[in-house]
């Protein structure tokens, strides 16, 4: 266990180093630097040349990179240019929205999809499952924004029930901002759950055909012993492997469902981030995102180790 | 037929409402304003974004002089100026007892020191032009500031009220970009990153009627369905500028809202490069110029909203003459421009659109349509918006591009040859110093008139429209701005109907 750490952390390293190289360099040769989009249609050359000496954009590239990286190891990291403030602070304020929006889009595509794929599986070709099946193609089909348009004109302007978007803050009101999550939360479930529904309902009818669920059948345990002790922990394989990696996708991915309800997100910021050319935000949040991936699949692989104890980490 | 019917709903529906409260304004309330883009950065002489501008221009910061909904320059900072008979001194009486929102007194060196700055080699600020006509800065006392001018220039005072010219505090200005200090009637409460900036009544306001509203919240919903679902869900009271027209015209026949159709400084054109085969062809340009059916692109893209327009020039500035008629839509004329020009067949080009404006993309598509009719292939691509200052803007790599010139006072860009049009006219230049130096306003009106005939005669771009100021709100929100003659949201005088 100890080695399989030491491992982990080693590669967390030098793939983060290997991602700071990488999108350093993409958005020093990216059309565009940020002085002449501040400047924008005003730009004249004696304005550009003033703006990108305040910014330290006239410095080479390696002692631009050097300046950032060292900043970085002695944990100040860099300022935003348009938001004036540490972006490390940036990361952290809208984490604590698209952290719980993330969290809360999982639980919803996990209390749908697992029931729904053990029913189908159960009722393989019977109408239940033809109905499942149905619904989870049309969830596949059905693009996030207009989903979450729909709950957006039938929750708030219709009923009232719901705000159209916008969040309060935690601080602020607690509650008011749960509430705030769970029309893009569900909107983002709803469509995840359609995929795992499908590899639940897969993964399930392929452990159902083992011998050793054969064996269960045979020694006369009951139906429900069966398919949820002894089934279902190894059909749940491949489903967090899944999650594992949608999780990754929607700290990122919800980019979409955060501008249709103008979420102050990390999707929406690092989008604006890249429009205005606010390199350090846009490399720090490539940074976080890579750490984020890596982590997430650490825990996915302990959770292998608890599902299955034939998995052993070394 | 659509607007017509529209402008009759508006009539019916608002007019008694206004001319009934008009009179007697409330104090109170909070007013939650909606905007597109979130600026970067909350200091309007430091970045040229019309975000910035938007948010804190006369709700923040003020100016010597400012502009009120029809254009006219009143009274900001300074109570009054007058002018020497030779046009170059400009003496400004500045309102005694100003205070900034941290308490530091306004006077006539504050202002000097401001003018300063923006002219001095350092300059960030996006215009150092507007403030490099100034010879000298005086102070004789300690409201009255002195201000000698190297020569005449026209547009010197209504430069002076916009945005870049804001007076900043001394000492206070330093963290301008994160917590502005003016002298506005609102002062800077808070910024949350990514939702919303807050404002709140300064007490201290030198005029102490105003502001109306005890407080002012601008969100920032780039989604232009998200905007109107916000609205109707009452999370917001206004839509400064709403980005899908088509909604303006659906919420126009609610009773709760209000559309304002008024003009905007914003001349949206399809930008040419003048320098770039075959469009450095006088005759290819006018037969151009000849094939756009402007009303056809403010029905299909704007959703009738807009008007048309022959020149770079805004139908609410002062001066404009209407030069929408200089080519007609008529498309044989077009085609034999065409053929005399060598083209008989038409030619392929291609034009770039940056979706990050969306009206670029549907008017886009209108024209790629009714160039087709005369054999002109466009090709029309997407670029971001970065790409574009870089590519387009500043090393001229296009042929067209589409794109909504949002300054007011900006028609001196057709006297730079470097300027991405590439349009290099002696007789140009030679009209637009008379203007800059015409003595009086008849001379102004003259030589204003003259640059914008000789820019649509040369077609030098495609004049389209003057995009709508098209501000929609709740019924109950009075005082807000009509037209926008400058790039502000001004809240000083909005009230809400109890």
Known sequence: ?????????????????????????????????????????????????????????????????????????????SMSINYDVPVYDL?????????????????????????????????????GDVIVMFFTQ??????EFWLGILLILLFAVKWGLFSAGGFPGWSVSFWGSAKALLLP????????????????????????????????????????????????KNALIPVVTILGLQMGQLMAGAIIIENVYYLPGLGRLVFQAIGQRDLPVVREIVLFMAAAVIFVNFIVDLTYAVLDPRVRLT | MKKLLFILIALTLFLP???????????????????????????????????????????????????????????????????????KIYTFSLRAGVKYHN?????????????????????????????????????????????????????????????????????????????????????????????????????????????????????FISDASAQTAALMAGDIDVIGWIGSPESALELAKNKRFKVLDGAS?????????????????????????????????????????????????????????????????????????LAEAGYPGGFEAVLQVPPKYAYTVRVGEVLVDQFSKIGIRLKMENIEWGQWIKRIFLNKEYQLTIIGHAEAWDIGIYANPKYYFQYDSQEFRDAYAKALKAPNEKEKAKWFGETQRIIARDAVNGFLISSPSLPVMKAEVMGWWKNYPTIALDCTKVWLKK
Not at chain 1, 4 to 19: A, D, P, Q
Not at chain 1, 138 to 143: E, Q, R, V
Not at chain 2, 124 to 141: D, G, K, S
């Open chain 2, 17 to 87: 409402v206004q001319a009934i409260s008009a009179s007697n304004p409330v104090k109170g309330g909070n007013l939650v304003v909606a905007q597109p883009a979130e600026p970067p950065g909350l200091d309007p002489t430091a970045n040229t974004a019309a975000a910035i501008d938007r948010v804190v221009w006369a709700n923040v910061f003020e100016t010597l002089v400012k502009v009120d909904d029809q254009g006219q320059v009143l009274p900001g900072l300074a109570k009054e100026w007058n002018v020497s008979a030779d046009g």
């Open chain 1, 138 to 143: 049309l969830g596949l089909a059905t693009p």
């Open chain 1, 185 to 232: 939360s569900f909107a983002l479930g709803v469509i995840r759950a359609s995929i795992l529904t499908r590899l639940t309902r897969s993964s399930m009818l392929e452990v159902l055909r083992e011998d050793y669920v054969r064996t269960a059948w045979a020694k006369g345990l009951r139906e429900r012993t069966v398919v949820y002790v002894h089934a279902l």
């Open chain 2, 265 to 337: 400084t914003s001349d949206m054109i399809l930008s040419t490069n003048n320098k770039a085969e075959p469009f450095n062809n006088l005759k290819v340009r006018q037969a151009m110029a000849h094939a756009i059916d402007r009303q056809m692109i403010i029905d299909l893209a704007m959703s009738g909203f807009g008007t048309p327009i022959g020149s770079h020039w805004s139908p609410a500035a002062p001066y404009y003459v209407d030069m929408a008629g200089t080519y007609p839509y008529d498309l044989e004329k077009a085609k034999q421009l």
């Open chain 2, 103 to 219: 308490g530091e007194p306004f006077n006539a060196e504050v202002a000097k020191w401001n003018l300063e700055r923006a002219m001095g080699p350092k300059t960030v600020n996006p215009h150092p032009e507007y403030f490099r006509v100034i010879e000298n800065i005086q102070t004789p006392a300690e409201n009255t500031l002195k201000i000698t001018l190297k020569d005449v220039d026209a547009l010197f005072l209504v430069h002076m009220a916009e945005g870049d010219a804001s007076l900043l505090p001394i000492t206070g200005y330093k963290d301008a970009k994160s917590h502005p200090i003016g002298t506005g009637p609102f002062k800077f409460a808070k910024w949350v990153r990514g939702d919303r900036v807050e404002l709140t009544r300064f007490d201290g306001y030198w005029n102490p009627e105003l502001p109306y509203l005890d407080k002012v919240t601008f969100r």
């Open chain 1, 1 to 77: 266990m100890t080695r399989y750490l030491v491992r982990k952390l080693i590669t967390l390293i030098v793939l983060l180093f290997l991602v700071s190289i990488t999108v350093f360099s993409v958005l020093f040769v990216l059309p565009g630097d940020p002085a002449e989009i501040i400047l924008g249609m005003n730009a004249t050359p004696e304005t550009l040349a003033n703006l990108r000496a305040e910014l330290g954009l006239d410095r080479s590239f390696i002692v631009q990179y050097a300046n950032w990286i060292g900043s970085l190891l002695t944990g100040r990291g």
């Open chain 1, 91 to 127: 990361i952290l304020s809208r984490l604590a929205v698209t952290g719980p929006l993330a969290i809360f889009a999982i639980c919803f595509a996990v209390v749908i999809s697992l029931p729904l794929g053990i029913y189908a599986a159960r009722h393989q070709n019977q109408p």
